[in-house]
């Protein structure tokens, strides 16, 4: 008997119930905003963050905000959305026959026949082209950093076959973003955005590792590698040596941003940022349960909220 593809309406197992993609958008357009993760936004917002942090430094460094800084601000939130799209678009096709054999992924649009490998690549280079026209109104040091990007989206997928840490790649892809507006804004690399850069990848190790202790299980029998299977138990114990490195790193870009300009009241408030951050993951530590994937999953959503808070901070400083 032939097997009929998926309807457009099948939801995939691990979006919120309540995302608007299975909401509100049009049928047609469902597959393939899945395959974007538009349906499950936290990847967007964990990819936005370290952009966002790293325009409000570059302000604090040089204490020169322009009318230019609202549109990369909002250039970075669309381009954002556009990039992760393109990159999940991406990570689905390189790992379809990977999410076939994993419970929480085989509902993907890919495994589950909702969209081809051609649609996909398709979709895939109108999204980047999109997120292209965004990055080109940036100078020319800032779209060079962005073209540069590219290698490390390209490699990501592929990180699982080869390393236990592919969450490191993961983190040099994400939080690519603080060095290229930093250099938006400045246009320049500067110390303090490498720094900041550095925290971002260890918080990326930190929230990536929780998320992958959902598929511990599958991954360990289809061979794929990850943190979560490296650490295993001792996960806990790990987390919490990202959760400082996170901290201490944030903090040294924070001092080296303000130390040139800024004011000694806005240095204090904006070391309130990695300092409230790390109790937030200290929090989510506290609330770990590495057999509970519901939980995992839960703890890793939470991970946008810990990065506002320093964004929160970083903001509040500028106005001070």
């Given at each position: 008997?032939?097997?009929?593809?998926?309807?457009?309406?099948?939801?995939?197992?691990?979006?919120?119930?309540?995302?608007?993609?299975?909401?509100?958008?049009?049928?047609?357009?469902?597959?393939?905003?899945?395959?974007?993760?538009?349906?499950?936004?936290?990847?967007?917002?964990?990819?936005?963050?370290?952009?966002?942090?790293?325009?409000?430094?570059?302000?604090?460094?040089?204490?020169?905000?322009?009318?230019?800084?609202?549109?990369?601000?909002?250039?970075?939130?669309?381009?954002?959305?556009?990039?992760?799209?393109?990159?999940?678009?991406?990570?689905?096709?390189?790992?379809?026959?990977?999410?076939?054999?994993?419970?929480?992924?085989?509902?993907?649009?890919?495994?589950?026949?909702?969209?081809?490998?051609?649609?996909?690549?398709?979709?895939?280079?109108?999204?980047?082209?999109?997120?292209?026209?965004?990055?080109?109104?940036?100078?020319?040091?800032?779209?060079?950093?962005?073209?540069?990007?590219?290698?490390?989206?390209?490699?990501?997928?592929?990180?699982?076959?080869?390393?236990?840490?592919?969450?490191?790649?993961?983190?040099?892809?994400?939080?690519?973003?603080?060095?290229?507006?930093?250099?938006?804004?400045?246009?320049s690399l500067n110390s303090p955005a490498v720094l900041l850069y550095a925290a971002g990848i260890a918080w990326t190790l930190f929230y990536?590792?929780?998320?992958?202790?959902?598929?511990?299980?599958?991954?360990?029998?289809?061979?794929?590698?990850?943190?979560?299977?490296?650490?295993?138990?001792?996960?806990?114990?790990?987390?919490?040596?990202?959760?400082?490195?996170?901290?201490?790193?944030?903090?040294?870009?924070?001092?080296?941003?303000?130390?040139?300009?800024?004011?000694?009241?806005?240095?204090?408030?904006?070391?309130?940022?990695?300092?409230?951050?790390?109790?937030?993951?200290?929090?989510?530590?506290?609330?770990?349960?590495?057999?509970?994937?519901?939980?995992?999953?839960?703890?890793?959503?939470?991970?946008?909220?810990?990065?506002?808070?320093?964004?929160?901070?970083?903001?509040?400083?500028?106005?001070?």
């Amino acid at each position: 008997m032939q097997h009929l593809p998926p309807s457009p309406d099948a939801p995939v197992a691990d979006a919120p119930s309540d995302n608007w993609v299975d909401r509100y958008a049009p049928a047609f357009s469902r597959p393939y905003l899945r395959l974007s993760r538009a349906d499950r936004p936290i990847g967007t917002w964990l990819l936005l963050l370290p952009c966002w942090w790293g325009l409000a430094l570059a302000i604090l460094y040089d204490q020169s905000p322009r009318w230019e800084d609202l549109w990369i601000f909002i250039g970075c939130g669309i381009g954002a959305f556009l990039m992760r799209g393109a990159g999940c678009t991406w990570n689905d096709i390189t790992d379809r026959d990977f999410d076939a054999q994993v419970a929480r992924t085989r509902s993907r649009p890919i495994p589950s026949g909702q969209v081809s490998v051609k649609a996909a690549v398709l979709w895939m280079i109108i999204q980047a082209l999109l997120a292209a026209l965004i990055l080109f109104t940036f100078n020319w040091a800032a779209i060079s950093l962005g073209v540069l990007s590219l290698l490390l989206v390209t490699v990501y997928p592929f990180a699982k076959r080869f390393t236990w840490w592919p969450q490191v790649f993961l983190g040099l892809a994400f939080n690519w973003g603080a060095l290229l507006v930093w250099t938006a804004h400045t246009g320049s690399l500067n110390s303090p955005a490498v720094l900041l850069y550095a925290a971002g990848i260890a918080w990326t190790l930190f929230y990536d590792t929780i998320y992958a202790h959902q598929d511990t299980e599958d991954d360990a029998l289809i061979g794929v590698k990850s943190t979560a299977r490296l650490f295993g138990a001792r996960s806990p114990e790990w987390l919490r040596r990202f959760l400082m490195v996170t901290v201490g790193l944030m903090g040294l870009a924070v001092i080296f941003s303000a130390m040139p300009n800024a004011s000694v009241l806005a240095l204090v408030i904006a070391l309130g940022g990695p300092w409230a951050m790390g109790w937030h993951m200290a929090w989510q530590l506290r609330g770990m349960d590495v057999t509970d994937s519901a939980k995992m999953l839960q703890l890793f959503r939470v991970n946008r909220d810990t990065g506002m808070i320093p964004l929160v901070f970083f903001a509040a400083a500028l106005l001070a």
